[in-house]
């Protein structure tokens, strides 16, 4: 133990003088001039350098134009002035007159003779339509067919249109649409007429009066 003791103590005095001698060293160098020479090569190897200003170039900003704004549109309705009416007033001397209004005399009715009444005429149409007594196909045969027709083979359709007395019998014979012959025509209007009998119609007043009948006949070869 004393022995470590001991070599320590050895060591640090060792490293004290190694300490002193450096730094006797060192002033020794200061003095004799050779820290300069040591400082002028250490200079030497590292050579300041130059540098040069470069020109920089500046752009000039431009500002940008002023852009007015648009006007708002005024949406505020307008309002005519009202002008001024000058009112005159009255002349205090002018007077209001009443109109006296002529009462209206009235007209007293002129005594007259006043027209009769008429009676009402009594309706011209038959109340009730004459109307055939017994079948109307009894009326025409086929015995009354024209024998020129036979022959020539004529057929065809015949209207007529029968006036009819108070009596009930045939006054009249119209035909309304022809079968194309006229005596097929001629043997309708006379077979009718000669052998058709009709209830006679009736008037408003409820007695007999004229009437018509509407019928055909077709004429067919037997």
Same mark, same amino acid.
């Given at each position: 133990?004393?022995?470590?003791?001991?070599?320590?103590?050895?060591?640090?005095?060792? =490293?004290?003088?190694?300490?002193?001698?450096?730094?006797?060293?060192?002033?020794?160098?200061?003095?004799?001039?050779?820290?300069?020479?040591? /400082?002028?090569?250490?200079?030497? *190897?590292?050579?300041?350098?130059?540098?040069?200003?470069?020109?920089?170039? /500046?752009?000039?900003?431009?500002? @940008?134009?002023?852009?007015?704004?648009?006007?708002?549109?005024?949406?505020?309705?307008?309002?005519?002035?009202?002008? $001024?009416?000058?009112? =005159?007033?009255?002349?205090?001397?002018? =007077?209001?007159?009443?109109?006296?209004?002529?009462?209206?005399?009235?007209?007293?009715?002129?005594?007259?003779?006043?027209?009769?009444?008429?009676?009402?005429?009594?309706?011209?149409?038959?109340?009730?339509?004459?109307?055939?007594?017994?079948?109307? #196909?009894?009326?025409?045969?086929?015995?009354?067919?024209?024998?020129?027709?036979?022959?020539?083979?004529?057929?065809?359709?015949?209207?007529?249109?029968?006036?009819?007395? /108070?009596? #009930?019998?045939?006054?009249?014979?119209?035909?309304?649409?022809?079968?194309?012959?006229?005596?097929? $025509?001629? !043997?309708?209007?006379?077979?009718?007429?000669?052998?058709?009998?009709?209830? @006679? !119609?009736?008037?408003?007043?409820?007695?007999? =009066?004229? #009437?018509?009948?509407? #019928?055909?006949? *077709?004429?067919?070869?037997?």
């Amino acid at each position: 133990m004393a022995y470590a003791i001991e070599n320590t103590r050895r060591r640090q005095t060792q =490293t004290i003088i190694a300490v002193g001698l450096l730094h006797g060293v060192a002033i020794w160098a200061i003095a004799s001039g050779f820290a300069n020479r040591m /400082v002028t090569i250490l200079t030497d *190897r590292l050579p300041a350098k130059q540098w040069e200003d470069e020109e920089v170039k /500046v752009t000039p900003v431009v500002p @940008p134009p002023d852009v007015k704004p648009s006007p708002k549109p005024d949406n505020r309705s307008l309002v005519a002035p009202r002008p $001024d009416i000058a009112i =005159t007033p009255a002349d205090p001397s002018s =007077t209001v007159r009443d109109i006296e209004l002529t009462p209206i005399t009235p007209v007293e009715p002129v005594p007259g003779i006043l027209p009769e009444p008429r009676p009402s005429p009594s309706p011209s149409f038959a109340v009730r339509t004459a109307s055939p007594k017994g079948s109307p #196909g009894s009326w025409v045969s086929d015995r009354d067919y024209p024998s020129a027709a036979i022959r020539e083979e004529r057929e065809g359709l015949t209207r007529f249109r029968l006036s009819i007395g /108070v009596d #009930g019998r045939v006054t009249g014979c119209e035909i309304t649409g022809s079968s194309g012959s006229p005596d097929l $025509d001629a !043997a309708t209007c006379m077979k009718v007429s000669a052998r058709a009998r009709f209830v @006679p !119609a009736l008037g408003g007043d409820g007695m007999p =009066t004229v #009437g018509s009948y509407s #019928g055909s006949v *077709r004429w067919v070869l037997p």
